[in-house]
């Protein structure tokens, strides 16, 4: 096909619909000036934004960073929040809960909630909520010590008979502490890692309070562990 029949189809498509969007903003009454309008599929424009780049190059204002982004396994690419959008669906996910043992309380773990299972080999760290209240409880079938978001008690148990609450405190007690993760695959590399951060992030809606991350795969987990 060549790049520039490649580009050409790619332009035809973006204004496949360019009247009837005309069409719907003049109903609405939005004001925009078409007849002097600018697209970002312009060549024009993509080097106006070159220039500027270039500008802000040159004086030492680019930096490399890294970014959590929505990949395309079929293209190999990564994809804009937008073209992702337009692919959102509702499924079911697997949720799954998993203790993590505290390196100085050996009998006693931190329970994380999950929709991500396979990402748990790339676990780095944990995130409470700060100023929310957690509790450290006795399972009584089990005789084991868990620690999880109060609030999430009623969700977690059929009734309150099922534990005894040990311990009440804020997320934040729990800041620093390290767990054992549950694979060892990153901690020759990471020995900063598997321990509990604090970001207001987490909520009180869903899960165990204790969020795994696994900093790849999502935008708050890797702005956590990039903080951390």
Same mark, same amino acid.
């Given at each position: 096909?060549?790049?520039d029949?490649?580009?050409a189809l790619?332009r035809?498509?973006?204004?496949r619909?360019s009247?009837e969007?005309?069409?719907?903003v003049?109903r609405i009454g939005?004001?925009?000036?078409f007849?002097n309008?600018?697209?970002?599929l312009y060549?024009?424009?993509?080097e106006?934004?070159w220039w500027?780049?270039?500008q802000l190059?040159?004086?030492g204002?680019v ?7 929505p990949?395309s396994?079929?293209?190999n690419t990564? =994809?804009?929040n937008? +073209? !992702? ?5 509702d499924? $079911? *996910?697997p949720?799954?809960? /998993? ?6 309380e050996?009998?006693v ?6 929709t991500?299972p396979?990402?748990?080999p790339?676990?780095?760290s944990l995130?409470?909520h ?7 409880i006795?399972?009584?079938k089990?005789e084991?010590? =868990?620690?999880?978001? +109060? !609030?999430r008690?009623s969700?977690l148990f059929? $009734? *309150?008979t099922?534990?005894d /609450?040990?311990e009440k ?7 620093g502490?390290k767990?054992v993760?549950?694979?060892d695959?990153f901690?020759?590399?990471f020995?900063n890692?598997h ?6 992030y987490?909520?009180a ?7 795994h991350q696994?900093?790849?795969f ?6 956590v562990?990039?903080?951390?």
């Amino acid at each position: 096909m060549g790049i520039d029949k490649y580009n050409a189809l790619c332009r035809s498509i973006v204004m496949r619909y360019s009247g009837e969007w005309k069409d719907t903003v003049d109903r609405i009454g939005r004001w925009i000036d078409f007849e002097n309008d600018y697209k970002t599929l312009y060549p024009w424009f993509m080097e106006s934004v070159w220039w500027v780049f270039k500008q802000l190059f040159s004086k030492g204002l680019v930096y490399h960073g890294q970014k959590v982004m929505p990949f395309s396994t079929a293209c190999n690419t990564p =994809l804009s929040n937008f +073209e !992702a959008g337009q692919d959102y669906k509702d499924v $079911n *996910d697997p949720a799954v809960s /998993v203790s993590f043992p505290l390196r100085d309380e050996p009998d006693v773990a931190l329970v994380a909630w999950t929709t991500t299972p396979w990402t748990l080999p790339s676990n780095l760290s944990l995130c409470v909520h700060p100023d929310m209240d957690y509790v450290k409880i006795l399972q009584k079938k089990d005789e084991k010590k =868990l620690i999880v978001l +109060e !609030a999430r008690l009623s969700e977690l148990f059929k $009734n *309150d008979t099922e534990y005894d /609450v040990l311990e009440k405190f804020k997320g934040r007690s729990l800041e620093g502490k390290k767990y054992v993760p549950l694979f060892d695959y990153f901690v020759a590399d990471f020995p900063n890692a598997h321990k509990v951060c604090c970001d207001t992030y987490v909520t009180a809606d869903s899960g165990t309070g204790v969020v795994h991350q696994a900093p790849y795969f999502g935008a708050d987990d890797f702005r956590v562990g990039i903080e951390n």
